[in-house]
């Protein structure tokens, strides 16, 4: 069973702060993506990263997939009350694969 | 339209009752999921359906079974449940199977379960 590590669990920073977000599995993956998830909703999708160091900027939010594509990064510029929920990294092992592997998430608290 | 739509959003359901979860897509995906959620915890798969076929069953309880009447609905079954079945029921979709990967999954906003 392949498994994706989040660090940390909690963190709870105030609003302009930098953040980092990490996914750390032993395996390979084919594909890595970032979902964030708010209170009584589904996980939203952000973004997928498929390219070992591959990296994306969605706004104030940037990934990054390692180079040996066993690992990811998310790292929020100046944090907003807005980034509020649990961030989950979630890989594919191969592609073509019918499942996902979700990792452990992370709940993000900005305070204002 | 680019949504997963769950009803209902909400159910209190007895040990003894019998009630179902509806989810419908109209992204034309071929792939659907049911998920369970505990709280503070991620998602957990249950059931993968694709092309309306049963292709992954995650050794779920029978309690829970699994429908797909068409491509654009997917139901979840449910009878005799325990108290500790309370949780959040997500479904999700994907264009196609082995896709998601790639895509993502697009998911609803669940369905919030409570078992007394």
């Known amino acids: 069973t392949q498994l994706l590590e989040q660090s940390p669990q909690f963190l709870s920073i105030q609003e302009g702060e930098n953040l980092t977000v990490y996914c750390n599995s032993s395996s390979v993956f084919s594909s890595l993506q970032w979902y964030r998830q708010e209170p009584g909703e589904g996980p939203v999708l952000l973004v997928t990263?498929?390219?070992?160091?591959e990296v994306k900027k969605l706004k104030r939010l940037t990934f990054q997939f390692g180079d040996a594509r066993k690992d990811s990064s998310l790292h929020i510029t100046a944090a907003q009350p807005g980034d509020t929920g649990l961030y989950l990294c979630a890989g594919d092992p191969r592609r073509g694969n019918e499942k996902l592997t979700f990792g452990t998430g992370t709940r993000l608290t900005i305070i204002p | 339209d680019t949504e997963v739509t769950q009803t209902p959003k909400h159910l209190v359901m007895g040990m003894t009752n019998k009630k179902s979860l509806k989810c419908e897509q109209h992204?034309?995906?071929?792939?659907m999921y049911w998920y369970k959620q505990k709280a503070k915890k991620p998602p957990e798969l249950m059931f993968v359906?694709?092309?309306?076929?049963?292709?992954i069953n995650e050794s779920v309880p029978s309690r829970f079974s699994p429908e797909c009447p068409n491509s654009s609905l997917l139901n979840l079954h449910l009878h005799a449940l325990q108290p500790e079945d309370s949780a959040l029921y997500l479904c999700?979709?994907?264009?196609?199977?082995?896709?998601?990967?790639?895509?993502?999954?697009?998911f609803g906003s669940g369905t919030r379960l409570t078992v007394v």
């Open positions: 999700a979709s994907s264009p196609s199977p082995g896709t998601g990967g790639f895509y993502g999954y697009t």
């Open positions: 990263v498929v390219t070992g160091g």
């Open positions: 359906y694709s092309y309306e076929k049963l292709s």
């Open positions: 992204m034309g995906h071929r792939a």
